[in-house]
């Protein structure tokens, strides 16, 4: 009985070494941190982007326009000006080492969950959707997400009125 003893425990000691599986990205996961990562590695010069403080200080920069999800992404790695904690040198330092995004964020989310946890929401197709069926909260958002206003609406019909107006300026039609 004691020689299975001796025998199991190396087993179970190079079992608990061996990295877990459910530590890597799925498709789809981590979308929002993948994407503003992708993005903002582009705006990087080849210079800047060796250097772990010029990286920081740039992220900050790329974070001041971001809205939403991607705002909160910002705050939840410590890029905008209202953020309580951060850990910007632990998405910097790698990026500084040319790793890859999908890693970078896998990093990110053994330091913070929540940094995975965002997700964009789904898109209107505008060209099979029934504006008349959705709520004047939807109405307003679409509005929202174009910085557009509606001043003077008063009811839904106003408010549609206004998204078939800007749809020309906001929605590309696909060829």
Known sequence: ????????????????????????????????????????????????????????KSFKKFCK?????????????????????????EMAKPMSWGMPVDKICEKLKKKDRQVCELTYEKQIDFK???LKKLKVKELKKILNDWDENCDGCLEKADYIKRIEELKPKHVREEL
Do not use: H, W
């Open 128 to 130: 099979s959707v029934d």
């Open 1 to 56: 009985m004691s020689r299975l003893v001796l025998l199991g425990l190396p087993l179970a000691f190079l079992m608990f070494l061996a990295p877990s599986p459910s530590l890597a990205l799925k498709k789809g996961e981590c979308e929002v941190c993948v994407s503003v990562l992708e993005r903002f590695k582009a705006t990087l010069s080849s210079e800047d982007s060796s250097n772990q403080g010029k990286i920081e």
């Open 65 to 89: 326009d971001l809205k939403t999800k991607e705002n909160r992404f910002c705050y939840f790695l410590g890029g905008t000006a209202d953020a309580a904690t951060g850990i910007l040198g």
